[in-house]
C-alpha cells in the first residue's frame, strides 16, 4: 500500500469496542476508593471518550492533587477486570475487513493513552487492522501546562496522520468516531468526521458539533465510507 492510498481514522472507545461499563464502573471505583462522590450513571456515561483527568476535574469532586492516585485507581481495575467487560460493536470487524481488502489504511485515534489504546485493540482482536495507533500521552495525570501534556483530539489525529503520511504530503482521511471531541479534532485537521449513534455522545450532540453525518449501524457506515473515500479518490488520485 503507497502513502496515496486514503485512509480512515477510528476512535476507539464508543466507535470500535462498547466498554460495557469497564470504563464507568472503574471511575466509579476509583472515586470510591478515594471517599469522593459518585455521580449519576448519566454523568459517568458522558466521561467515556473525552480526557480521563480533564473529566475528573470537571465533573467530579476531585482535586488536582487528588487525579493521579485517582487514575492509578482507576487504571489498576481497568487493566484487571474492565478490558474483559468490552465488545466490539456489531458489524465493525467485518466493516474492517472490507476496508482493508480495498486498499483503505486505516489507524485509530483515541485519547486512551497510546499503550493502552494498543492493548485494548490487541484484547479485541482488532490490533491487526490498524497500521498506526495514536493516542494520548501515557503519563494521564499529566496536566495543563505540565511537560508532555497533549491537548486534545486534534493533536492525536494529526499524530495518526502525519504516522500515516511518513512525512510525506498529507494524504486523504475521514474521521469516524461516537463524540464531539471527534468531529473537533477531525475539524482542526481539514477532514470529515463519521459520527456514529451507538456510542456515548447524547442525542445531537455530533450534528451540532458538525459531523458530516450521522450513521446507525456498521453498514450504514461502510456504505457513507465507500461513498466518500470514492469521491476522495477522484480528487487525488487512484489508490
Request: glycine letters at 12%.
Amino acid at each position: 500500500m503507497t502513502n496515496s492510498a486514503p485512509a480512515v481514522l477510528f476512535d476507539l472507545d464508543g466507535t470500535l469496542v462498547d466498554p460495557a461499563g469497564g470504563i464507568t464502573t472503574g471511575i466509579a471505583h476509583a472515586l470510591s476508593a478515594m471517599n469522593l462522590q459518585v455521580p449519576a450513571p448519566e454523568v459517568l456515561a458522558s466521561m467515556v471518550g473525552p480526557k480521563l483527568s480533564d473529566s475528573l476535574l470537571a465533573l467530579t469532586d476531585a482535586t488536582n492533587d487528588q487525579i493521579p492516585e485517582l487514575i492509578r485507581h482507576y487504571r489498576h481495575w481497568y487493566a484487571d477486570r474492565g478490558i474483559g467487560m468490552g465488545r466490539v460493536y456489531p458489524g465493525i470487524r467485518d466493516a474492517l475487513e472490507t476496508l482493508r481488502a480495498d486498499g483503505v489504511r486505516l489507524g485509530a485515534a483515541t485519547q486512551k493513552p497510546e499503550g493502552l489504546a494498543a492493548t485494548v485493540l490487541q484484547a479485541h482482536g482488532l490490533a491487526g487492522y490498524f497500521e498506526v495507533i495514536a493516542g494520548s500521552a501515557s503519563d494521564e495525570t499529566l496536566l495543563p501546562g505540565q511537560a508532555g501534556y497533549r491537548s486534545g483530539k486534534a493533536g492525536i489525529i494529526a499524530a495518526a496522520l502525519d504516522a500515516l503520511s511518513g512525512g510525506h504530503a498529507r494524504i486523504a482521511a475521514v474521521m469516524v468516531g461516537d463524540r464531539a471531541q471527534d468531529v473537533d479534532g477531525a475539524t482542526a485537521n481539514g477532514l470529515d468526521c463519521i459520527g456514529v449513534q451507538w456510542g456515548f455522545a447524547p442525542a445531537g450532540e455530533l450534528a451540532a458539533a458538525g459531523a458530516a453525518v450521522v450513521v446507525g449501524d456498521a453498514r450504514e457506515l461502510l456504505g457513507e465510507l465507500d461513498r466518500r473515500l470514492e469521491v476522495q479518490n477522484a480528487s487525488h488520485g487512484a489508490y
